[in-house]
C-alpha cells in the first residue's frame, strides 16, 4: 500500500513540475538590489491568452511559511508575456525566496539578496559576452559554485547576428535579430541555457549593455537617427528580459552603493556615443579623426552624473562597471581600436583629467567586450591614475591569431600587465574596507562543464 501511495505521489509530482516547466519555460531571474528593494522577473510560456494574470511571493524561508510580499501582476502579448515586479519596502541585508504562480502552475524558487548598510565584505562575480554559437555558458556553473553576492553583466547579453563557431555544440537558428519579435526570440532562446538558467535563479543580476544586444559597434546617437525602430526594439526587449528596474528612456547607467565599503557605479557607453571615426585598426588618419572634440562618448548628462558620484565619493572602493576598455591600447601612439574609449579622445582626457585631480581615489575598472583577461595600468600625463582589469567572455570564438599574439602585447604596449586570450571565464572581486582582491577563473571546457581554475590573483589596497 504505502508503494502504491509513493508511486501516486510521485506521478503526481511529476505531472505538477511538467506544467511548471510548461508555464515558465525561461526560468525566473532577480535583480538590481538595493538596500530595501529588488526586482523579479519571469515569462509566462504556457497560455496563449492575450491578457494573463499571475502572482508572485516573496518569503524569508524556502518553504513559503513566512510570505512576506505578494499580489498579482497583469501581463500580455505586448510585454512580450514578461513579468517584472519591483518588491519593495523589505529588509536589508537579508536572504529572501520569490516564486511565481499562474493557475495551478508554480514557476521554481529563486534567492536572492537586499543590500546591506553595514558590511564588511561583499563578493562580486564580472561576467561579460555570451555567445550562444560559442558553446554552453559553463562558468556560471563556477560561479555558483563560489557563491558571490551579485552577478555583474557587464554587457553582450545576447549576440545579435548567428555565426556557426567551429567545435560548437549548438547553433542559434533564430535568425538576425531585426525586429521586436525577432530580438526577444533571442532573449528566450539565451534563457534556456541551463548553466545561466540556473545562476539567475540563485543569484542577483545587476546588468548593463554593449553593443551586440543591438548592432555591433554601434553608436546610439547614430542608430537613433539611421534605425530608430531597430533601436527601440532592442532596448524595449532588453528591459523585458532582464530584471532591471524600469528608467525613462531606456536609462541604464546607475549605481549601487554600501556606506563605507563599495559604490559600483555601471555605465551605459552606447546609447549616447557617436558613431565611431572607422572600423580600420592603426591609422594615422583614424587617430585624428578620433581627437575631434565634439564626438561623445557618455553624452554630456552622463559625463555630469558620473563626475558627481565620483567627486562625492568618500573612502568606498568606487568600481567602475564598463563596457568597453579605458586603458589606452595604442601602437607607436596610435589607437588600435577606434571602438573603445580610445575613439573618443577628448571625452576620454576630461574623464581621465577629472579622476586624476581627485586625490586618492581608490578606483578599479572592470571591463567586458574584449573577450580576455587582461590587467593594465589607466594613465594620465605620464601618471598612473588607476588599474583596469578586463574579463574573458563567458563563451565566444577562439582567434588564433590573437592567441599566438599575446606574449607580445606586454611587450609592445607596456601599459598591459597581463594578458591572456586562451580560456573562457570570469571575474571574481572580493572587497573589503582596505582591500580587494581580484581573481580571474578559467574553466577547463566550454562545452560541458569539467571543473575550473585560478589563472590569476591581484590585491589592490587603498
Known sequence: MKKIKFIILFFILFIFKAKADECFENGISSGDPNQNSFVIWTKLTCSKNNENIVKYQVSTDKEFNHIVKEGLVETNINKGNTIKVLVDNLKPDFNYYYRFIYNNSYSDIGKTITLPYRKNKIRIAFVSCQDYNAGYFTPYKAILELKPDLVVMLGDFIYEHPKKVENSPRFDNTGHAKDLDSYRRKYSLYLNDPYLKELLKNIPIIAIWDDHEVLNDYGGKDLKERNPELLNSAYKAYFEYLPIREQEDFKIYRNFYIPN????????GRQYRDKKVCNRGFSFYCNELSKNPSLEYLGNEQKEWLKNIINNNKKEWLILGNNTLLMDLKLLGIS????????????????????????????????????????????????????????????????????????????????????????????????????????MYAVNNNNTYSGYFLLKEFIQVK
Open 261 to 268: 565599503l563599495v559604490n559600483l557605479v555601471l555605465i551605459d
Open 336 to 439: 588600435i581600436n577606434f571602438d573603445q574609449w580610445d575613439g573618443f579622445a577628448k571625452e576620454k582626457n576630461d574623464i581621465l583629467e577629472f579622476i586624476s585631480n581627485k586625490i586618492n581615489l581608490p578606483l578599479i575598472v572592470i571591463t567586458g567586450d574584449v573577450h580576455i583577461f587582461s590587467k593594465g595600468d589607466i594613465y594620465f600625463k605620464n601618471k598612473i591614475i588607476a588599474k583596469e582589469y578586463s574579463t574573458a567572455s563567458i563563451a565566444s570564438p577562439d582567434y588564433l591569431i590573437v592567441n599566438i599574439l599575446q606574449k607580445f602585447v606586454p611587450i609592445i604596449i607596456p601599459n598591459v600587465n597581463f594578458l591572456e586570450t586562451s580560456y573562457k571565464g570570469f571575474i571574481l572581486a572580493d572587497f573589503y574596507k582596505n582591500k580587494a582582491n581580484i581573481k
